[in-house]
């Protein structure tokens, strides 16, 4: 019986934005909705002017390079700013983190990065210095350096084997699951399951899943209480 793949066709990141959702319904390099620190990130820009923004984030790209950070390089930032934009540069720092060292170890392409940012509303002028630092972040192998990347599935193959019959028994017709991944080293797991098993390893998938989404929605709240 040969094996038969599945095919998971990458969704369309244009229809899955909702005009009356706002940014929450948008699928980009972030997820199928956008972490809490990037919305509030967001929701911050308007505060926010030209000059600050840069600062920022070459303040994230040092960060991120683990140079040693002093409350005076912090200073210097929110020098002159009231707490409100002290509060709003916080929100920026947060949230210009997760989006560049997401696109930094997942290696997302210009042309993507720029298409994502601006299905998130963010402004044009600021999605050009953005794009223009995690390019420089991307060649920078000491940021590479600094974080641990696991190998990630690339590839699942099944089919299903049916046991007509064994030396003990003459009639049986017990079906068996045979599955087989692949990761992105190259490395082949093959290995085979019972229907019980098969089921169990389902509900397990669909609980993480669940419990992932519901960590994106409310990530105060234990998804699984």
Do not use: C
Not at 53 to 78: A, C, M, N, P, S
Not at 192 to 214: C, D, N
Request: aromatic content about 6%; proline content about 4%; cysteine-free.
């Amino acid at each position: 019986m040969s094996v038969e793949k599945t095919d998971s066709k990458k969704p369309d990141k244009k229809a899955a934005v909702n005009v009356k959702g706002g940014i929450s319904n948008v699928t980009t390099f972030l997820g199928r909705r956008p972490p809490t620190e990037v919305k509030q990130m967001l929701e911050s820009i308007p505060g926010i002017n030209k000059a600050l923004f840069r600062k920022v984030v070459q303040f994230v790209i040092e960060y991120l390079r683990d140079t040693e950070i002093t409350e005076d390089h912090w200073g210097k930032i929110i020098e002159g700013l009231d707490e409100t934009g002290r509060e709003l540069v916080r929100l920026l720092f947060a949230g210009l983190l997760v989006v560049l060292r997401t696109a930094i170890r997942e290696k997302i392409s210009e042309d993507e990065f720029k298409q994502d940012l601006g299905l998130l509303q963010m402004p044009p002028e600021f999605v050009v210095d953005l794009a223009s630092m995690m390019k420089k972040g991307q060649a920078d192998t000491s940021i590479h350096e600094k974080h641990v990347k696991f190998p990630y599935l690339t590839s699942l193959d099944w089919r299903v084997d049916v046991t007509i019959s064994t030396s003990e028994m003459s009639r049986i017709l017990k079906p068996t699951i045979l599955m087989r991944m692949t990761d992105s080293t190259g490395k082949i797991r093959t290995f085979e399951l019972t229907t019980e098993q098969f089921h169990k390893l389902r509900y397990s998938a669909g609980r993480v899943l669940k419990i992932t989404v519901s960590s994106a929605d409310s990530p105060e709240d234990d998804p699984r209480k």
